[in-house]
């Protein structure tokens, strides 16, 4: 009996091995409908779509400094006034030149000054009362030598006086029509031109030396200080219309042909967490720069900031959405794998695995979309939960 006892267990024994559970543990997702979106994550910078920057127009100091960095102004408002002493008188200085030259502009078009004018008026008065007794008296001397009462020598000594009453009055008439060359018209008119450039100059300077605001805006940025010295160059502020931004995105070179015009765009900034502005690509990129150690394209969109919460130069979290479906099969990403760049997925039929191919279309980083291949609530293989590997027929248990 004791023999038989061993026999018996020896032969249970080997039962057991032979049905020991060899399937592999594995994790599973159901095929599911429902919304799968594209993105693309990028980081972006906020800049004013209306922009103005005052820079100051010479060297001196900041007299009055009437804002600072946040204060909304309008239109027209004076925003900072600059020490002008010393350009008033620069500019009272190009003034007089420009009266000069416009005197002598109009003294060359009189044909001189007004002294110069009322003189060579009166000589020309003169000169042709001069050669109306002239051509009298030689007509009395015609008449009187066809009476024999005048003779030849008296006549031709009266033509003379005549010629030389017409060249006087002919040398005047010219002195009040061409009495400048061109050379002398053209100097006069260079120095018209050039004292009113230094005039125009010192006026817009001047202009510039009080810093009005262009439009109805915020000053975002202040760099100076009132009584602060200043190079002709500097910043003096920074104003811009911040009701409406614009960010520019930086889009990894791989990214940038998924782009179109009108793609979602949603914005972040750590700033203020939580918060999500909505817009969408006005622009996208032309070209591909290298920025740091990434070459990237710029895309720009415009953002609705009428609270005025996202300030100029911030960086910011940008993310694009370039394709989106609604009710769609969607799996795991993990559940998808590849065989000579065929998608397939390994479907749980009972307690085996067998490989369907499936065609996908949108993927993220979680899921992909399948279109063809499985179908709702179908279960799939993501991976075992020992790292045994696992294919086409494995037995599995979940």
Do not use: C
């Not at 000069?100 to 502009?105: G, K, S």
């Not at 002919?170 to 061409?178: D, H, V």
Request: hydrophobic share 40%; net charge positive; no cysteine.
């Amino acid at each position: 009996m004791t023999g038989l006892a061993i026999l018996v267990a020896v032969i249970v024994f080997a039962a057991f091995v032979s049905r020991k559970d060899d399937s592999i543990p594995v994790r599973t997702a159901h095929v599911e409908r429902g919304q799968i979106r594209s993105l693309i994550s990028t980081n972006g910078k906020i800049e004013p779509v209306q922009n103005f920057e005052a820079h100051s127009p010479l060297t001196t100091t900041v007299q009055r400094l009437l804002v600072k960095e946040g204060d909304a102004v309008k239109k027209g408002q004076l925003l900072v006034a600059l020490d002008d002493a010393d350009l008033r008188a620069h500019a009272a200085r190009a003034q007089t030149q420009l009266k000069t030259a416009l005197a002598e502009v109009n003294a060359m078009q009189r044909g001189g000054n007004q002294e110069e004018v009322l003189s060579l008026n009166a000589q020309m008065v003169k000169a042709r009362a001069d050669r109306d007794a002239t051509q009298r008296n030689l007509d009395a001397l015609k008449r009187l030598q066809q009476r024999g009462a005048a003779s030849a020598g008296e006549v031709r000594a009266a033509e003379n006086a005549l010629a030389q009453a017409d060249a006087q009055l002919n040398l005047l008439q010219q002195k009040q029509t061409g009495r400048y060359s061109d050379p002398e018209i053209a100097r006069v008119e260079a120095q018209r031109r050039e004292a009113q450039s230094a005039y125009d100059a010192a006026q817009d300077v001047l202009a510039k030396s009080n810093v009005r605001a262009p439009f109805d805006g915020t000053v975002y940025s202040v760099p100076v200080k009132q009584g602060a010295f200043v190079a002709s160059g500097d910043l003096l502020l920074q104003l811009a219309d911040l009701r409406k931004v614009q960010v520019r995105a930086f889009v990894d070179e791989p990214d940038v042909g998924k782009l179109a015009p009108g793609n979602p765009i949603e914005i972040t900034w750590d700033a203020v967490p939580g918060r999500i502005w909505q817009s969408t690509v006005n622009a996208i990129p032309s070209t591909v720069k290298l920025r740091g150690s990434r070459n990237v394209g710029e895309t720009i969109s415009i953002v609705d900031n009428r609270d005025r919460k996202l300030l100029p130069n911030v960086n910011v979290g940008v993310t694009i959405v370039n394709a989106q479906r609604d009710n769609v099969l969607v799996v795991p990403r993990e559940a998808v794998r590849m065989d000579d760049s065929k998608p397939y997925v390994l479907q749980v039929v009972g307690h085996q695995l067998k490989r369907q191919d499936v065609e996908t279309s949108i993927s993220n980083l979680t899921q992909v979309e399948v279109v063809r291949g499985i179908a709702l609530n179908d279960m799939v293989a993501i991976s075992s939960s020992n790292g045994k590997p696992i294919g086409d027929g494995t037995q599995v248990k979940y």
